[in-house]
């Protein structure tokens, strides 16, 4: 197998304890009618019996050879299927806080780098008649979207669908394997490959795009007048993950945007920043000036060149403001302001602008450089769309599912919403010893929700 | 607080993701009668309301700060107990194959360096109304014996005893902690720490120890005349861990020694001997010359000098031979053989003469170094002695305790064993990569345990 592009290698070299290079993705599903109490612990076996796995899934790192530090990728012929695909039992009485508990525990420890980079995990016994599945797999493997998409082709939408097709079969389909091209498009859900890929663009484009660059940079700095604070989100992390997850019915939000003359997207960040002043608050350790997320959109670039692109968006919070009403305003008219920073900007210049606020990110996962510099933004929200309708996997009915991402050095919270057959399902993925009772950002972003509700009925 | 002596940060600095160095016990519990369902999770909520944590239990590593690597000490004032101290459910069925692949699991990823270095886990939902307990301590906090007494201090044996006390309340009985002392000299479990408590010796001795090691060096290349062959336990190691553990009735193995003439500790060396050769036969692997273990045994040194030193004796396994009477023979006279080497020594001779076979493995732990000598013996063989009587923990009878060690490189099988209440309980601990189906061990020893029953009946 060929060497590992300078993309994916650079995942495994910056791996550390602190910094474990792996998404997740936690799904609920309901247990179909009339299953008995081995239901679970039969399907895993069924599982178990697959035993053809596609190459994606037998490849695992080799190396580093030379002093270089490049991985090659090698193919494991004699995967332990045992070892990849799991059964876990919750502990009394399995409520969703017990199922967290374990999600969190299995999102924090590194991936085996002497077997192929991922992990399945079917737990069992959790309350009100359903089970959950717990997917784990490394950077270099696959990106967040990626993972996700991957994890929705196993499933159906026809509830009488019995063919069972787990993600590391040959026969699910295998359109979400055709590498950055869609899936990566959809949403920037990873900073650091988005500046890999701007260096990568960049060396393909030649010295003539220096120009473009720096004018970018001058048009940014221009534009992008206020500074992130420092907050407590902003620090060196350290290794065991915090998960937290819950899902709001879209029609909730969309109500809110509606009567607000906001995008649902601005709704789903007034949210987040009214729940993240309140959590601040009680830690008394809510900044003076408003806390800054950086948001990844897919933007129409000018139209002569073509396609769509994905910019980083800086966004005010408005966490100083108290109102709920006067946050959400703030918040639109902040989206609208950086949207139209990006107007009429080509691919690469769009790309090369939102490379800018994350390079910090890409520097930090560099092992031994010290963050200095104040943080170019407090937190990373991105919003990824998912599937409409109901998905079934052997008749069983998905309740839920929820993004686990990767917290970076100097950003301590991550939050990944994605929509589901009528819901916007949270994902937040924290460092465990810088934000501590993350599963209290449930319940305040429930309260924020309330209080928009409030603010524009 | 201090540096740490570099006995200590070795630990630390050696470890790798394929070389975690952290000891672990596996404890089983009968529930107590009329115990409800909620018995284990409300148990684990009164250890969570036990927020008083011994020193020992705060200790975090702070460090390396300068380029020489050196690790010291801190201490967290802000422990999160709720991270340290575990609920699990096993999956249905909740076998003991349910039970070992879950702590294989845990034995098998690091421990968090930004926290004090433990972890406990209680798992509910076993099989025949027991629950279980898991600790896994970092070789720098403590020893594999020191930690295997500790988990016995904190119980009692009296089962009318309801004071909770978790290992880690300053309320335990604190004998185990009296550092190297008594708890390090009842059994070398630790060839590295041996390894390293030589030179540190040495060191002490000055010069004139040089000509001590000299005679001791030539007494056993003169005795030690056979080598062990190379064989599917001695290569490079990786990650993840299998562990198996199962007790046998100590009245059994006593009979075999009368009518044998042999020791206990002989017939123990019998059943992992015609286990081994059965293992290793069905996978068409078993070495033309016999294996050879490297047994740690306490020693009464000179009378003159006075004590006990822990020697460590190289066996012939005999696993070239079919029968099981003569493989039990040719182990006692290897024994008997093996201690005569360190008859009248110092105790400072015969650390040196144990300390060369090991010194391998020393090496082996440091990154980077290749192992390209064949290899001193093929497998490591502990017999840690424990409590006679039953011990119980709140009431609960503890069924067994099953001690979990630390492959190394070039070492990829663990044996260690100890005894309680009747029984010698035995834990196998594999690298899983290179040790297949390690559960299979356990039915070999029973077989073994058989066939020396029939040959000596």
Not at 96 to 104: A, D, G, K
Not at 109 to 114: A, F, G, I, P
Request: contains cysteine; glycine residues 8%.
């Amino acid at each position: 197998m060929p060497i590992m592009p300078v993309t994916d290698s650079m995942f495994l070299l910056a791996e550390s304890r602190e910094h474990p290079m792996h998404v997740g993705g936690l799904q609920l599903f309901e247990l179909p009618e009339g299953a008995g109490p081995d239901y679970v612990s039969d399907f895993h076996r069924q599982l178990m019996s697959l035993v053809d796995v596609r190459q994606l899934f037998r490849r695992r790192p080799r190396g580093p050879v030379g002093t270089v530090g490049q991985f090659a990728w090698t193919s494991d012929e004699q995967l332990d299927l045992e070892y990849h695909v799991r059964l876990s039992g919750l502990p009394r009485p399995g409520r969703v806080r017990e199922l967290l508990e374990l999600t969190s525990r299995l999102h924090g420890y590194l991936l085996d780098r002497h077997r192929p980079l991922w992990e399945f995990t079917m737990m069992e016994g959790l309350q009100g008649n359903r089970f959950a599945t717990y997917t784990k797999v490394h950077h270099s493997l696959l990106d967040g979207v990626s993972a996700l998409r991957l994890m929705q082709s196993s499933l159906s939408d026809d509830p009488s669908d019995m063919d069972v097709r787990p993600p590391w079969s040959p026969r699910v389909r295998t359109d979400v394997f055709s590498g950055g091209g869609r899936a990566r498009e959809s949403a920037a859900f990873d900073p650091v490959r988005a500046v890999q890929d701007l260096f990568q663009e960049v060396r393909g484009f030649g010295s003539a795009t220096t120009k473009v660059i720096n004018e970018a940079f001058r048009e940014q700095s221009a534009t992008l007048s206020f500074q992130a604070p420092r907050s407590m989100f902003n620090v060196a992390i350290t290794g065991a993950r915090r998960f937290a997850a819950q899902g709001w019915p879209l029609d909730r939000i969309r109500a809110v945007g509606k009567a607000a003359g906001a995008t649902m997207n601005d709704v789903m960040l007034a949210m987040c920043s009214g729940a993240l002043r309140r959590y601040l608050l009680d830690l008394g350790a809510l900044p003076d000036k408003p806390l800054v997320a950086a948001i990844p959109m897919s933007l129409r670039t000018d139209a002569s060149i073509g396609g769509n692109a994905i910019g980083i968006i800086l966004c005010d919070l408005a966490t100083t403001e108290a109102e709920a009403g006067d946050r959400l305003r703030t918040i639109h008219d902040s989206m609208l302001r950086g949207k139209a920073v990006y107007h009429g900007m080509s691919r690469l210049q769009i790309l090369a602008l939102s490379a800018v606020p994350l390079i910090p990110l890409a520097v930090g996962m560099i092992p031994g450089m010290v963050k200095v510099a104040p943080p170019a933004f407090n937190v990373l929200i991105s919003n990824v769309p998912g599937p409409r309708k109901p998905l079934y996997w052997n008749g069983a009915r998905m309740q839920g599912v929820y993004p686990l991402s990767i917290p970076y050095e100097g950003q301590a919270l991550n939050i990944t919403v994605t929509s589901y057959a009528g819901n916007l399902e949270f994902g937040l993925t924290g460092c465990r010893g810088t934000v501590p009772h993350l599963q209290r950002l449930l319940g305040l972003l429930e309260d924020s929700l309330v209080d928009l509700e409030k603010a524009f009925s």
